[in-house]
């Protein structure tokens, strides 16, 4: 990893939060890529469990940066607007990469001049079992925002992008607590091809009980990012007809869990969302 003067071809950006029983994994694979010209910020949005003082043994390998909580969005922002590197990488504390991961992504970008977004492959582990992803899961390459719609196909970790991307299309949603990669690939999706290369160079671990996909209600998240596509000029008519009907579906969905919950009143503001009509005039649900 490259340090001083120097500016880093690739800067990777850890956010972190009460991970400190899995951050040094994660920390460690990124610091074992066969490609040494990046920097390593670790963003610490608020960590009470003796986070900074792991980090503060990697020093000077690894930029800590510390804010209060403010959530995943702010803390991946804020290492982006820290990151001096051409080529952005994100890595999720409770992942890990294989060593070859920011080489043969570097090597993709240096062959395709014009691609601003390339993911690898993935493996995945539950419980510490490997586990074989389910066929809606499978990663695509292109223009794939109509998939995804329907599911997240793109995995933080996995990513490495060209940081004028931000400047195309923004930066994650700091006001959702989460699905805010949703969101931002949904926006990166509908306009610009996001290119997969068919390797698995991360292990994608889950089934602890902090991770946020677990929890019930995230189609909330997401229907608020729709109808933000929705009321934007982005997308294309047979986008626009594929987003209000994945809409719909998930408005009913989230709308039944709402009364299995007892929420009543949301479960019908979200029902009557999902029976609305689109007014394309001044784009609004009526």
């Not at 500016?7 to 040094?24: A, D, M, N, Q, Y």
Request: charged letters at 30%; proline letters at 4%; a positive charge.
């Amino acid at each position: 990893m490259k340090n001083g003067s120097i500016l880093p071809k690739v800067s990777v950006i850890i956010p972190t939060f009460e991970r400190g029983w899995c951050l040094r994994e994660a920390v460690d694979s990124a610091l074992a890529q066969e490609f040494a010209n990046f920097e390593l910020i670790v963003v610490d949005d608020g960590s009470t469990d003796g986070t900074a003082e792991l980090l503060e043994a990697y020093r000077p390998k690894v930029r800590l940066l510390r804010q209060e909580n403010r959530g995943v969005s702010a803390a991946r922002n804020r290492g982006i607007a820290a990151a001096r590197g051409e080529l952005i990488a994100f890595l999720d504390s409770d992942d890990l990469w294989r060593p070859q991961k920011l080489a043969t992504q570097v090597e993709f970008f240096r062959a395709h001049p014009e691609a601003l977004i390339a993911q690898t492959e993935e493996s995945w582990v539950r419980n510490g079992r490997r586990v074989n992803p389910g066929k809606r899961h499978r990663k695509r390459s292109g223009m794939i925002f109509e998939p995804s719609l329907e599911l997240c196909l793109v995995s933080p970790s996995a990513v490495m992008v060209r940081r004028e991307l931000f400047d195309r299309v923004g930066l994650f949603d700091e006001g959702l607590p989460a699905c805010e990669d949703y969101d931002l690939w949904l926006r990166v999706s509908c306009c610009i091809p996001i290119h997969l290369i068919d390797i698995p160079l991360i292990v994608k671990r889950g089934g602890h009980a902090d991770q946020l996909s677990r929890a019930w209600g995230l189609d909330q998240y997401r229907i608020a990012s729709i109808l933000k596509l929705l009321q934007g000029v982005r997308l294309t008519a047979d986008q626009r007809t594929a987003a209000m009907r994945v809409l719909k579906h998930k408005c009913r969905v989230y709308a039944g869990g709402c009364r299995k919950h007892g929420r009543v009143e949301e479960a019908e503001r979200y029902e009557k969302l999902a029976g609305a009509g689109y007014n394309s005039a001044n784009r609004n649900y009526v």
